[in-house]
């Protein structure tokens, strides 16, 4: 399978606790994001990486938050002292830059969070 | 932030029924996606568009770019079962810079009637 995967798909754990989730895109993409997703709503901007650099990250993703692409490959996804409202669907997208054309985000499954 | 406005909002057909939805903002957009999620799954790009105008297909899927670059819509016909998710639209405006950062529609929730 050469799609966007993300590990692990569900995570379950007591408010207060640090989860990590990972990324790992499709391996020709240089562009990597994070979204969050609610129900009944699209997926909300987190950040997004350029190789391995972060070059934006949006005002939802606070302090507790934090992302990494050390070798501009995988990523990983870190929230510390969880809190209930950070109870969401994580969405890994990736795309490939070139061109004029905004190159279309290809989705991973997510990982579903819920913080007890 | 910036969302598109999508509509409708749900819709609930029988099967072998067309399909029309549609997205709208208010700035101009250079890129149009359509794309269908599942529950408990990501989204899957089902079209992207370009350029003013433009109507793309993917089977029984049409959806064209409008004229005035502020209005998209997709099409489905002769619709089945496996139809049945949420259809989102999502784009890029042309402020987005080199952020390529998506806006996004709400979502259409579609229901099909065997």
């Known amino acids: 399978d050469t799609g966007v995967s993300q590990d692990p798909r569900h995570k379950i754990t007591k408010r207060g606790q640090n989860v990590t989730f990972r990324c790992d895109p499709i391996?020709?993409?240089?562009?990597l994001y994070w979204y969050r997703q609610t129900l009944g709503q699209g997926p909300e901007f987190l950040t997004y990486f350029q190789n391995e650099a972060q070059l934006e990250k949006s005002r939802l993703l606070s302090d507790r938050f934090s992302a990494e692409r050390p070798k501009g490959s995988f990523s990983t996804l870190e929230i510390q002292r969880t809190e209930q409202g950070d109870s969401a669907m994580y969405l890994c997208?990736?795309?490939?830059?070139?061109?004029?054309?905004?190159?279309?985000?290809?989705f991973g499954d997510g990982t579903r969070l819920s913080i007890l | 932030g910036q969302q598109l406005n999508q509509s409708p909002q749900s819709m609930f057909i029988q099967e072998g029924e067309d399909v029309s939805m549609n997205c709208t903002s208010s700035s101009i957009f250079n890129t149009w996606l359509w794309y269908k999620q599942d529950p408990g799954e990501g989204p899957v790009l089902l079209i992207a568009l370009y350029k003013a105008g433009e109507l793309t297909s993917n089977g029984r899927l049409t959806a064209q770019f409008g004229i005035t670059r502020k209005d998209s819509f997709l099409n489905i016909s002769a619709s089945i079962p496996s139809d049945v998710g949420i259809y989102f639209c999502?784009?890029?405006?042309?402020?987005?810079?080199?952020?390529?950062?998506?806006?996004w529609g709400l979502g259409t929730s579609l229901a099909v009637n065997p």
């Open positions: 997208a990736s795309s490939l830059v070139g061109g004029i054309r905004n190159q279309p985000q290809h």
């Open positions: 391996s020709e993409h240089n562009r």
């Open positions: 999502a784009g890029h405006g042309y402020n987005a810079g080199n952020n390529r950062k998506l806006i």
